[in-house]
């Protein structure tokens, strides 16, 4: 069975820095792809950065050049450092995989992120 564990969620200061991280129960090789999502209260769940088993990414608009996805196969854990924090970045994060296909089918249980201006 397939699971998804995200920590590294808190309360910072805008323009602060946080790591998230997120361990699967299996190798993340199996996966095609994992993802960072994040929802705030009354939005829909939206991505956040993609990391595609090739290695290809790509970020939504609104974390390019401060946010980075990165894996360590070794430790079977998905990483999403997330630098210049600002308030709008306050959400639920998860984290998101798909074993076949494109279609993210497995999710973590979401860690919350919380930015004060």
């Known amino acids: 069975q397939v699971q998804l564990v995200e920590s590294g969620g808190g309360l910072v200061q805008a323009g602060g820095s946080l790591r998230l991280s997120c361990v699967a129960s299996?190798?993340?090789?199996?996966?095609?792809?994992m993802a960072w999502y994040r929802q705030a209260p009354g939005a829909q769940r939206e991505l956040v950065a993609l990391?595609?088993?090739?290695?290809?990414?790509s970020y939504a608009d609104s974390g390019k050049g401060r946010f980075t996805i990165s894996r360590d196969g070794a430790e079977n854990t998905l990483y999403l450092q997330m630098n210049s924090l600002k308030p709008e970045d306050t959400s639920v994060y998860y984290c998101?995989?798909?074993?076949?296909?494109?279609?993210?089918?497995?999710w973590g249980q979401g860690t919350q992120v919380t930015v004060s201006s």
């Open positions: 998101g995989a798909a074993l076949s296909g494109t279609l993210v089918n497995y």
């Open positions: 990391l595609a088993r090739g290695g290809a990414t």
């Open positions: 299996i190798s993340i090789s199996s996966f095609t792809r």
